[in-house]
């Protein structure tokens, strides 16, 4: 069964830290690893990744996996109050549907 | 671009009635959509994959004829709570694959309360 794991599974920081959050995973025929930001409503799209040691980079957000060690982590550097939200890691892989199997999230939030 | 619908955003209903949820990407065409729902606190769980044209495939433990899928075209499908029933009560969010980069993009959901 595919399985992605998220850590810390919450988070709380002040404005202008530089958080970093896991995400590991185990799972059958890897296709790519995404990262949503999930506010009040549905997830929005971050990242999506492929290749180990790409850094994708967008503002002061920025992704890289490891497909060795099968992990990736999202770096947000000087935290705003608007960064607080869940932000979620999904893994697709398998056959041809590529599904996401989604972790349960790391909650953060960002005190003024 | 890459904008995803879906309607209503709320619906409260009496327990035994049906309701309809529809998602449709608006500046693409997705041959597949996904259909999720979220507990509070809980990370979005896969209930269906819907397929354009053929019949949806449940995740184990979701069943079809409650769950009801229909993907008549390449930018609508709509999921039918059918008998609902209190527990049925949840976030439910579409999302829509893009075909050029195999992107999920998700529609803003829809918070379903049955009383």
């Known amino acids: 069964e595919d399985k992605v794991v998220q850590s810390p599974l919450s988070l709380v920081v002040h404005e202008g830290d530089t958080v970093t959050l896991n995400c590991s995973y185990e799972v059958t025929n890897f296709r790519s690893l995404l990262w949503y930001k999930q506010e009040k409503k549905a997830p929005t799209f971050l990242f999506m990744l492929?290749?180990?040691?790409i850094e994708k980079k967008s503002g002061r957000l920025s992704s890289i996996l490891d497909k060795k060690e099968l992990f990736s982590i999202l770096n947000i550097t000087a935290t705003q109050t608007g960064d607080s939200a869940i932000y979620l890691c999904?893994?697709?892989?398998?056959?041809?549907?590529?599904?996401?199997?989604f972790g349960s999230g790391t909650q953060l939030t960002v005190l003024p | 671009g890459a904008v995803v619908s879906q309607h209503p955003s709320w619906v409260i209903c009496k327990s035994g009635t049906s309701v309809k949820i529809e998602c449709r990407s608006l500046?693409?065409?997705?041959?597949?959509m996904f259909w999720y729902r979220q507990f509070p606190k809980q990370s979005l769980m896969l209930m269906a994959t819907s397929n354009e044209g053929s019949k949806a495939t449940y995740e184990q433990g979701v069943e079809k004829d409650k769950f009801l899928i229909n993907h008549a075209s390449l930018t609508l499908s709509t999921l039918t709570v059918t008998s609902a029933h209190p527990e049925d009560s949840s976030f439910y969010i579409c999302s829509a694959r893009e075909l050029a980069t195999y992107t999920q993009y998700f529609g803003p959901g829809t918070r379903l309360t049955v009383l």
């Open positions: 492929t290749s180990s040691g």
């Open positions: 500046d693409f065409q997705a041959t597949t």
């Open positions: 999904a893994v697709e892989a398998g056959g041809s549907a590529r599904q996401l199997t």
